[in-house]
């Protein structure tokens, strides 16, 4: 079965710096994508960024980018120049395409916070 | 504007009750998901649906049941089998196996708790 694992559960950053968000996860498939969702204290999920497994190119959306280590199956979120909305409660999640299953597999989440 | 339709947002159950969570999208979605979300749990996945009138168990199943009689509502029932009910509910909802544009709608959700 698919995990997916953040170990950290709190992280704090200066407003304007980089912060670096962890993700591991375990698979024996080859297709699959991995998600980052941020959940603010509205509860709304919002996506923030996916990668393609089998995309060698790291995706980027703006001030986020993500590291994916295929064979270390690692896929790190990186915050640049971090703002005041961006403290949040970060999930990293994966999709597998192999057969028949479909479904979103979540990390337990990181609870963000940004300081001014 | 598309999207997806919660409701109620802030949902009561009394001892023995059974209560059905609200789920309507009008994106024209085939998939449709149920997670629960616990304080340092994360989102576990309860049932989820790709095509109408089919559903699969996720892996926490138990103590809830699901239908999908149309391709845009998915309610969710929380029975009196299920004793611990208290947690955030989150639906969401995709277009299946399309892979350029492969992400996870989500409703606002709903706060259930015992009374």
């Known amino acids: 079965a698919q995990t997916v694992t953040q170990s950290q559960p709190e992280m704090s950053v200066q407003e304007a710096e980089t912060v670096t968000l962890s993700c591991t996860y375990d698979t024996s498939e080859s297709d699959y994508y991995l998600f980052w969702y941020k959940q603010p204290p509205s509860r709304q999920m919002i996506l923030v960024i996916r990668q393609e497994a089998y995309k060698q190119q790291n995706a980027t959306e703006n001030r986020f980018s993500v590291n994916f280590q295929k064979a270390a199956k690692s896929f790190s979120l990186k915050i640049s120049d971090s703002q005041l909305g961006d403290a949040a409660m970060y999930f990293c999640a994966y999709r597998s395409y192999t057969g028949a299953n479909s479904k979103l597999t979540f990390g337990k989440g990181i609870t963000l916070s940004v300081r001014p | 504007d598309g999207g997806i339709t919660q409701s109620p947002k802030y949902l009561f159950r009394k001892e023995g009750q059974n209560v059905t969570l609200s789920c309507e999208q009008n994106?024209?979605?085939?998939?449709m998901y149920w997670y629960r979300q616990d304080p340092g749990q994360g989102l576990r996945l309860i049932y989820y649906s790709q095509i109408v009138n089919d559903f699969q168990k996720g892996d926490i199943a138990e103590g809830y049941s699901v239908s999908r009689e149309k391709k845009e509502s998915f309610p969710l029932t929380v029975t009196s089998a299920q004793k611990n009910p208290t947690a955030f509910y989150l639906c969401?909802?995709?277009?299946?196996?399309?892979?350029?544009?492969?992400?996870?709608?989500f409703g606002s959700g709903t706060q259930l708790s015992v009374l």
């Open positions: 969401a909802s995709s277009i299946e196996r399309q892979r350029t544009n492969e992400k996870l709608f």
């Open positions: 994106l024209n979605h085939d998939a």
